[in-house]
C-alpha cells in the first residue's frame, strides 16, 4: 500500500510538472551583451590598423559618423579580445623610451629656461627684478621694443630698444 501511495505521488508530480511546462511556455532569452556583427568587427580592426594613433573613443566616433552606432567600450572590447591595445600610440616609443633617447636635448632646454628664470624673468615678490640683476631704470616717452623667440617659441623674451633720435 506504502509504494503504491508513494508512486502515486510522484506520478502527480510529474503531471503537475508537465502541465506547468506546457502552460507557461516563454522564449527564453540569451543572457549578456548580444554579439557585434562581423562587418561592424572588421570596419574597427581596419580604422584601428589604418589609425594607429586614434584610441577606441576616436574609432567609435568616427564608425558613428558612418552612421553605425558603437560604443567607445564596444570597440574597446573588440579590440582587446583580439590583442590590439586599445589605447592610443599603439605603435612607437613609450615615454621613458623618449626620455632616454632625448636626455641630453632636455637637459640643454632645462639649463636655457633656468638661465631664463634668473636672468631675465621678472618676479612679482622682487618688484619685478630678476633674482640676479638690480632694478632696471623707468623708461620714458615711447619704448620700442623687440621680442625674441627662445626654446623654439616656448619662451617669449622682450627687450627694449633705445629710440634714435
Known amino acids: 500500500m506504502a509504494l503504491r501511495l508513494f508512486c502515486l505521488i510522484f506520478v502527480r508530480l510529474r503531471w503537475h510538472a508537465d502541465l506547468v511546462r506546457r502552460c507557461w511556455i516563454f522564449k527564453r532569452r540569451s543572457q549578456g551583451r548580444p554579439p557585434t556583427?562581423?562587418?561592424?568587427?572588421?570596419?574597427?580592426?581596419?580604422?584601428?590598423?589604418e589609425n594607429p594613433l586614434w584610441g577606441y573613443?576616436?574609432?567609435a566616433g568616427e564608425l558613428a559618423s558612418l552612421g553605425c552606432r558603437v560604443g567607445a567600450s564596444?570597440?574597446?572590447?573588440?579590440?582587446?579580445?583580439?590583442?590590439?591595445?586599445?589605447a592610443p600610440r599603439?605603435?612607437?616609443?613609450?615615454?621613458?623610451?623618449?626620455l632616454r633617447v632625448n636626455v641630453r636635448h632636455l637637459r640643454r632646454v632645462l639649463a636655457a629656461y633656468e638661465t631664463r628664470f634668473n636672468e631675465h624673468r621678472p618676479h612679482r615678490s622682487l618688484g619685478q627684478a630678476a633674482p640676479l640683476r638690480a632694478?632696471?631704470?623707468p623708461a620714458e616717452g615711447d619704448v620700442k621694443v623687440i621680442r625674441r623667440d627662445r626654446l623654439g617659441g616656448l619662451i617669449h623674451e622682450n627687450a627694449q630698444v633705445a629710440q634714435g633720435g
Open 74 to 86: 564596444t570597440v574597446w572590447l573588440i579590440l582587446k579580445k583580439a590583442g590590439i591595445d586599445p
Open 37 to 49: 556583427r562581423a562587418c561592424v568587427r572588421t570596419l574597427v580592426f581596419r580604422l584601428a590598423r
Open 90 to 98: 599603439r605603435v612607437g616609443p613609450t615615454w621613458s623610451g623618449f
Open 57 to 59: 573613443r576616436r574609432i
Open 135 to 137: 632694478l632696471p631704470d
